[in-house]
């Protein structure tokens, strides 16, 4: 048991790390800050590009769309990182998560949209037209908000799921709050670090999954 | 050597491919041992759980839903690190195949068990009601009559989880377990040539572009009209 505490629960280590720790928090919350806008916009775009009818287009979009939800989000940011030098492009680990994450996070918010928009009965799209709206007021006023509030639970668990992502950045090196919990690890050969960065992300992510568990019950009994 | 020769030589080199093919192929033996043994061990602790929180035992129930937020709200990669570095410090020792395989199992189950929850929770309680008073016992009523509804609703969102948190087996490659992408990593560090990633690339969509077709035919079969 005491072991068990040395091991995992040290506060002589904890206090050791907890600046660099902190740091990470910060690291791990800008990052997520920039994460899910890009996410957000690229599956906004996506999302409307994928209801457009004509076959050329939409094709295209569900197979860009299914290849970037196929591939591991880490392969992806891998191949980026350590793939994109070889064609002479250099990037550094924010250039490479901002683009592995554009290109993940964007499809699965690209997905969430596109079936919020088709859950909108196309009476409403005819009836904005036929009232003079434009076609971009028409989906930026009409469509669009019903569409969203009706997929609420996937956007909100798509984005839980995006931030916690975020600590493969550890990986590239990008010191986020797991990259430096692994750093005070190894000079500690102690997993307090390790723990304590749980901790964080629980507190951090806890509030979140709760919200989510109500919203999903809601929506399964809902569909009765 | 123009730009398209240099792109071709470093992502499509014909040579590095045939020489560090079976490198990849056994990642992909590794890969899909991985996600299997995920996909059990995962989907049966979390229909587990949930069964027992059908129960209806307060102090339990309270415990089930503290693992499953718990594990839901766990980054996968921290849960796996934690597991790999952690353990040892009490003298428990697992390679990192068994590590990933515990720690994505349990967040597996954890989804799991939220999503059979709710399908459970959705069958009206009249059903529960209609199916003791004709004499059937709790484990009977369970199992033949509310579960069978409730599969139908979680098929979709079981399906989608599970496909995710397959693909989470690629992290397995930081604690050093050669499956696809750690494999495709230490040969790129050997040929210096990106060719091994395309592989591993190529070697990912061929295992995961058939099951993201398949999870989408399944949410449209198992979609209830509106």
Redo the contacts between chains.
């Keep these: 048991m005491q072991?068990?505490i040395?091991?995992?629960f040290s506060l002589e280590i904890l206090r050791e790390a907890s600046p660099i720790l902190i740091q990470g928090l910060l690291q791990t919350l800008l990052l997520s800050a920039m994460v899910v806008p890009i996410g957000i916009a690229g599956g906004i775009i996506l999302g409307i590009a994928s209801t457009i009818r004509n076959p050329w287009l939409r094709l295209p979009i569900a197979a860009w769309v299914?290849?970037f939800?196929?591939?591991?989000?880490?392969?992806?940011l891998?191949?980026v990182y350590?793939?994109l030098p070889?064609?002479?492009l250099e990037v550094n680990a924010w250039q490479a998560v901002a683009i592995g994450f554009f290109l993940n996070t964007g499809a699965y918010y690209g997905e969430i949209i596109r079936a919020g928009i088709e859950s909108v009965p196309a009476g409403q799209a005819e009836a904005a037209r036929a009232l003079g709206l434009s076609r971009y007021h028409t989906m930026r006023l009409v469509v669009l908000p019903q569409a969203i509030r009706n997929v609420l639970p996937d956007l909100v668990s798509n984005t839980?799921?995006v931030v916690?992502?975020?600590?493969?950045a550890?990986?590239v090196a990008l010191p986020e709050l797991?990259f430096q919990?692994?750093q005070a690890?190894s000079v500690t050969y102690?997993?307090t670090p390790?723990?304590a960065?749980?901790v964080a992300?629980?507190i951090?992510?806890?509030p979140?999954?709760?919200v989510?568990?109500r919203l999903?019950?809601k929506q399964?009994?809902g569909?009765? | 050597m123009t730009n398209l020769d240099r792109f071709l030589d470093n992502f499509f080199n014909a040579r590095i491919a045939a020489q560090w093919a079976p490198k990849i192929l056994d990642g992909m033996g590794v890969t899909v041992l991985l996600a299997i043994a995920v996909i059990v061990a995962g989907l049966a602790a979390g229909l587990g759980l949930a069964v027992l929180r059908a129960m209806g035992v307060r102090v339990l129930n309270w415990a089930i839903i503290f693992i499953v937020d718990l594990f839901r709200a766990l980054p996968p990669l921290v849960v796996i690190v934690l597991i790999f570095f952690g353990l040892p410090a009490i003298d428990i020792q697992l390679d990192g195949f068994w590590a990933a395989w515990l720690a994505l199992s349990l967040i597996l189950a954890a989804f799991a068990e939220e999503v059979f929850w709710a399908g459970i929770t959705s069958v009206p309680k009249g059903q529960w009601e209609a199916s003791r008073s004709l004499g059937l016992g709790f484990l009977v009523t369970f199992f033949l009559v509310v579960l069978p509804q409730a599969i139908r609703m979680v098929v979709p969102p079981l399906v989608n989880r599970t496909i995710a948190i397959t693909k989470g087996t690629a992290l397995a490659s930081v604690v050093a377990v050669p499956e696809i992408l750690g494999a495709a990593q230490s040969a790129v560090s050997h040929s210096f040539n990106a060719t091994p990633l395309t592989m591993a690339a190529a070697a990912y969509l061929a295992l995961f572009i058939p099951v993201v077709l398949a999870g989408r035919w399944i949410e449209t079969r198992f979609a209830w009209k509106r």
Aim: charged share 20%; no cysteine.
């Design positions: 072991d068990f040395d091991g995992f299914d290849l939800r196929a591939l591991p989000p880490l392969v992806l891998v191949f350590a793939g070889f064609a002479g839980l799921e916690k992502l975020t600590s493969i550890s990986v797991l919990a692994r690890q102690n997993a390790i723990m960065a749980a992300y629980f951090l992510l806890w979140l999954v709760r989510l568990s999903e019950n399964m009994a569909k009765r």
